[in-house]
């Protein structure tokens, strides 16, 4: 009998699961050992290592979205930068590592209602005083997988966002790609949106890590697609890799490395990877009983980072953060990301959005049927949860987040909050700067590159104290 399409779809998923099976059976310690991490390999085990924003997001609460309700009834500030963060959550594969809300079993039909929905979503917005009448200084794309929207359908969401809120005047359209979903028709449709920063989702240039990891695309999709977007004309083109992935070796670390520096791209962005709550890795760990992730250590990730960033310097490269680095920063930027960070408004659109709206953090409804059907119903929002800030979380989180650059200006802190973080935080800064993680020369706060490379896990003793053992997800 001929093997049916549907077959060999079945067979392969089956495959990939057991080879993941196999892989945390392999490297992960069993949870009966009795053998913690140690500080000579700093096992990965399960949790959000990435600081992505403060207060932690197990604080936001839903008793606080009517206070978001009334913010948006107050007239719009005349000089804080307004963004749009648009949520994509479909995808060709979930990658074992992914914990975001993505969807891999949307068809046509459904996927038009999603992108409805949040058209309606966004009318609410944009006829809301405190938004009415402010045009976008900087845009994200982001997913799941934007790029795995039709061109018809990116001309259609874009247009009809554009009749909202204009944005021909902002600094930055972001747009995140799977390189696997990209052709030369595609990529014309997402200039034609004026995206000015496109950023390819590369991970890995081997075919079996990016498959036992669950990445859709392979390896020889990513020059493809970057050449094309090369000759299309992009801005600024980011791309990413992860360090430690499972089954990743010392030469093939190198061999990413070597072919990153070989496209030649604006920015690259460098992660290490973790395995959050609510992965398929998880999972399987659960399942097999597992407390230690099947990927590299974190003394490894650091240095596979800073070999990276070396050869990186090496090219002509600067980093500029705990992961980036660009080839000429003073015309690369990341709007997106330092606006954020400085406290702009960004409006999140889409389900299980983030957003910051005058000091106020936000979130959408996290499942997409709910958020379809009650922007359907009529909305007139999908907020989740929220929670208001008060200037001193303010103070700590931008304090945190900019951290995170490696070079900063104390006396920023002291013009913007009239706080003089030599004062308070004269402890943890002692500390880091006993540990070697950290230096104060005048003005200028400089993370050394050890401090740097783990910055994520000393941010935590910067937390208010009731914030600092706090689920960080």
């Not at 801005?235 to 070597?258: C, F, H, K």
Request: charged letters at 25%.
């Amino acid at each position: 009998m001929a093997t049916t399409t549907r077959d060999r779809s079945t067979n392969q998923s089956a495959a990939a699961q057991e080879a993941l099976r196999e892989q945390v059976r392999k490297a992960g310690k069993p949870a009966d050992t009795g053998q913690p991490a140690t500080e000579d390999t700093e096992d990965t085990e399960v949790g959000n290592y990435f600081v992505a924003n403060y207060p932690p997001f197990s604080f936001w609460q839903r008793e606080q979205v009517p206070a978001v309700e009334q913010l948006l009834e107050q007239p719009s500030p005349r000089h804080t930068p307004l963004g749009l963060y648009y949520h994509i959550p479909f995808c060709r594969k979930r990658c074992h590592f992914c914990y975001f809300r993505v969807y891999t079993d949307k068809n046509a039909a459904e996927i038009r209602r999603y992108l409805d929905a949040t058209i309606r979503e966004l009318e609410w917005y944009a006829s809301r005083p405190y938004i009415e009448g402010r045009s976008l200084d900087y845009i994200y794309f982001g997913g799941g997988t934007p790029s795995y929207l039709s061109p018809s359908q990116l001309h259609d969401i874009s247009s009809r966002m554009k009749q909202l809120l204009p944005w021909d005047e902002a600094r930055e359209i972001a747009f995140e790609c799977e390189p696997g979903t990209l052709n030369e028709k595609k990529l014309e449709a997402i200039r034609a949106m004026g995206v000015t920063r496109l950023s390819l989702g590369v991970e890995n240039f081997d075919d079996h890590i990016l498959e036992l990891n669950g990445r859709a695309h392979r390896s020889g999709e990513i020059e493809r697609a970057y050449r094309h977007a090369r000759a299309i004309g992009f801005p600024q083109i980011n791309i990413d890799l992860i360090a430690g992935m499972m089954d990743e070796t010392e030469d093939n670390w190198r061999n990413s490395v070597d072919q990153a520096i070989a496209l030649d791209p604006d920015m690259v962005t460098i992660y290490q990877m973790e395995v959050p709550y609510n992965t398929t890795i998880y999972k399987e760990m659960q399942e097999t009983g597992r407390v230690t992730a099947p990927v590299a250590n974190w003394a490894t990730k650091r240095r596979w980072v800073s070999e990276a960033f070396d050869r990186f310097e090496r090219a002509g490269y600067t980093v500029t953060s705990a992961y980036t680095v660009v080839k000429n920063p003073d015309q690369v930027k990341f709007v997106y990301r330092d606006a954020l960070w400085e406290g702009a408004d960004l409006l999140p659109i889409g389900v299980a959005s983030f957003g910051h709206l005058g000091g106020m953090h936000l979130q959408n409804h996290h499942d997409i049927i709910p958020y379809v059907e009650h922007m359907e119903a009529g909305g007139p929002h999908s907020l989740y949860r929220a929670y208001g800030t008060v200037p001193d979380e303010r103070f700590v989180r931008e304090f945190i987040l900019k951290l995170k650059l490696g070079n900063v200006s104390l006396s920023y802190y002291q013009d913007k909050f009239g706080i003089d973080p030599r004062q308070r935080f004269a402890d943890q800064l002692e500390k880091l700067q006993q540990q070697g993680h950290a230096t104060i020369d005048g003005d200028r706060l400089i993370m050394s590159r050890d401090g740097l490379l783990q910055v994520d896990r000393l941010l935590h003793d910067f937390f208010l104290p009731h914030h600092r053992h706090a689920r960080y997800t």
